[in-house]
């Protein structure tokens, strides 16, 4: 089953409000990504981390790497319309072979 | 710059019959991943592949095959389609272990 979990899974927020979404795991990670998805698209890439602590910006998106290596969250930062969509973490698991799984997602709606 | 390319966008497959979903990506990238996307379950790993030649099974893999005989192409076969395999199958890409990974467009896949 699912290795990360995400939450929340939904949000509805007012244009120009800030966003947090989170992703932790009992297993730990050796890198995390942050993906957006937009209706019959692929994921896109917003951020990747890569060291534990590590806290990177994109614009209006910031993300960090959590301590223990075990979770990760995104902030977005005075919403527009267009931050519509799905978001999902990412992570490659440390042990055995890499895999990349993926939370659940967390399904953003903004009203104007 | 193609990136990932993902074929057929969609394919309405009786059940019973053999398909096999294609990807290819020119950023001569090691590792490749297929995934199945089902309405709130996010993204689920059914195979990888960390460089040509190996492959590996994900959290769904029961159903499914791959190859990796070289490095552009991951195509993902199923054998005998059933009804629980409609999904949205996306494939990705990353450099190499650990990097960020970049995905093709989805091919939408109804088993009737």
């Known amino acids: 089953g699912q290795q990360l979990n995400q939450s929340p899974q939904s949000m509805f927020i007012q244009e120009g409000e800030d966003v947090s979404m989170n992703c932790t795991s009992s297993?730990?990670?050796?890198?995390w990504l942050w993906y957006k998805q937009d209706p019959g698209e692929g994921p896109v890439l917003l951020i990747a981390?890569?060291?534990?602590?590590e806290l990177t910006s994109n614009g209006r998106l910031t993300a960090q790497f959590g301590i223990t290596r075990k979770d990760s969250f995104l902030n977005i930062s005075a919403s527009i319309p267009s931050d519509v969509g799905i978001y999902f973490c990412?992570?490659?698991?440390?042990?055995?072979?890499?895999?990349?799984?993926f939370g659940q997602g967390t399904r953003l709606t903004i009203n104007p | 710059i193609a990136g990932i390319t993902q074929a057929p966008t969609s394919q309405i497959l009786a059940a019973g019959r053999r398909m096999t979903l294609r990807c290819t990506q020119d950023?001569?990238?090691?590792?490749m991943y297929w995934y199945r996307q089902d309405l709130g379950l996010g993204l689920r790993l059914i195979h990888y592949?960390?460089?040509?030649?190996?492959?590996g099974k994900g959290e769904v893999p029961d159903g499914y095959s791959v190859s990796r005989a070289n490095t552009d192409d991951f195509p993902l076969t199923l054998a005998s389609a059933v009804p629980s395999q409609t999904s949205v199958y996306f494939c990705?890409?990353?450099?190499?272990?650990?990097?960020?990974?970049?995905f093709g467009q989805g091919t939408r896949l109804t088993v009737v």
């Open positions: 950023m001569r990238h090691n590792a």
């Open positions: 297993s730990i990670f050796n890198t």
């Open positions: 981390l890569y060291k534990a602590g």
């Open positions: 592949s960390n460089t040509a030649g190996t492959t």
């Open positions: 990705a890409s990353s450099a190499q272990m650990n990097t960020e990974a970049f």
């Open positions: 990412a992570g490659f698991i440390i042990q055995g072979a890499q895999k990349l799984v």
